[in-house]
């Protein structure tokens, strides 16, 4: 694992807002708005952005927090801007602050926390 960054450093993620990233459920379409669900995807993606550049060949990040704060909704079509922030490093696991605005208003703020481990200890952990 590279040690590249430090606290307070920063990704950003943008996503337009798409049907699929709406709420639906096995019961149907529920509104056009950005889920819960597909907006923790995204901002935990935005937070992978500092594992893509700090594992190595062997290694791999694995998600194990997100909190989500969602505040209000941003409709299909919107645009949403993430912004992760490291807020501590301890040996291999890197915990971030983020907040996604969209249309300059705060939409969801949480934590979100991966560690990165050895392939091979994961593919241990998961049996395979």
């Given amino acids: 694992m590279q040690h590249l960054f430090q606290p307070g450093d920063t990704r950003h993620f943008t996503r337009i807002v ?15 708005v950005y889920a819960t669900f597909a907006l923790a995807r995204d ?12 594992k190595d060949e062997t290694e791999e990040g694995i ?10 909704p941003a ?6 801007i993430f912004t992760a922030t490291i807020s ?4 291999h696991e890197i915990t ?4 996604a605005h969209s249309g300059g208003r705060l939409i969801a703020t949480g ?4 560690k990165i481990l050895k392939k091979e200890k994961l593919e241990r952990i998961f049996g395979l």
């Fill in 88 to 91: 501590n490093l301890h040996h």
């Fill in 96 to 99: 971030c602050n983020y907040e």
């Fill in 75 to 80: 409709l299909q079509g919107s645009e949403v």
């Fill in 18 to 32: 798409r049907p699929e990233d709406c709420a639906s459920f096995d019961s149907g379409h529920v509104h056009p």
């Fill in 43 to 54: 901002a935990e993606w935005c937070c992978r952005l500092f594992v893509l550049e700090m």
């Fill in 111 to 114: 934590i979100q926390v991966q």
């Fill in 63 to 72: 998600g194990t927090r997100l909190t989500i704060e969602h505040l209000l």
